[in-house]
């Protein structure tokens, strides 16, 4: 599976953004799929995962109720929509599959490249 993100941008405190995640093979409907996010000088952090069918998702305790996770099988696609950004939303955002994976960077096999998001004060 290949992924690549986009959808990143300038965006001011309280605004919005919505990541994209595209995937391509058709193991993506199988696959756990997640967003991570690295800020300057610190490790990649657990953003939200979705497994496979879209029934359950988790999202890290910074993000929830703020950000959703979705994903369309169809189209070989995840998003993040991200509502009432704050600045320490800046970072880099990654998308991650496995076919076991869920919060854990450790658990994901695939990565696309980053997307990067800049939340202005």
């Known amino acids: 599976v290949q992924l690549q993100a986009f959808g990143g941008g300038l965006v001011q405190a309280g605004g919005s953004l919505k990541l994209s995640c595209a995937a391509s093979?058709?193991?993506?409907?199988?696959?756990?799929m997640a967003w991570f996010r690295q800020a300057p000088g610190k490790e990649r952090e657990f953003v939200a995962a979705?497994?496979?069918?879209?029934?359950?998702?988790v999202y890290a305790d910074s993000v929830k109720g703020r950000f959703t996770i979705s994903r369309d099988n169809a189209k070989n696609t995840m998003f993040l929509q991200m509502n009432s950004l704050k600045p320490e939303d800046t970072a880099v955002y990654f998308c991650?599959?496995?076919?076991?994976?869920?919060?854990?960077?450790?658990?994901?096999?695939?990565w696309g490249k980053g997307t990067q998001v800049t939340v202005s004060s």
């Open positions: 991650a599959g496995d076919p076991t994976g869920w919060d854990s960077e450790s658990e994901y096999r695939y």
């Open positions: 093979g058709r193991a993506f409907s199988s696959y756990s």
């Open positions: 979705i497994i496979w069918n879209g029934d359950n998702t």
